[in-house]
């Protein structure tokens, strides 16, 4: 069995931690679609917000949080939420 120079294994040990931290972090639409609507849709109709860039839709929703954005109502939610929320309404139609 040939052996791994120690460069080609610390290369292959970090593209494979980036991969599982990439899954790991990876959004959840059917969660945020569970928070937009019970937190969201009372105000919001889904057309207005639907495939908007989630990155646009995760800054607008983290100033919303941090009150720097005017909102009827104070939502509190984690990160995890926001990213969640934002993949949903990214990928709706």
């Known amino acids: ?3 791994k120079s120690p460069a080609t294994a610390l290369a292959s040990g970090i593209a494979l931690g980036m991969l599982i931290s990439a899954t790991a972090l990876a959004a959840d ?3 945020g679609k569970k928070i937009y ?3 969201c849709a009372d105000c919001h109709e889904l057309k207005d ?3 908007k860039p989630a990155a646009e839709l995760t800054k ?3 100033s919303i949080v941090a009150r720097q954005k005017k909102h009827k ?3 509190r939610l984690d990160d995890e939420q926001i990213a ?3 993949e949903y309404l990214a990928t709706a139609k």
């Open 1 to 3: 069995m040939k052996m």
């Open 29 to 31: 639409a059917v969660a």
């Open 37 to 39: 609507d019970s937190s």
């Open 49 to 51: 917000h639907a495939g």
């Open 60 to 62: 607008s929703l983290k």
């Open 73 to 75: 109502k104070q939502l």
């Open 84 to 86: 969640n929320v934002a």
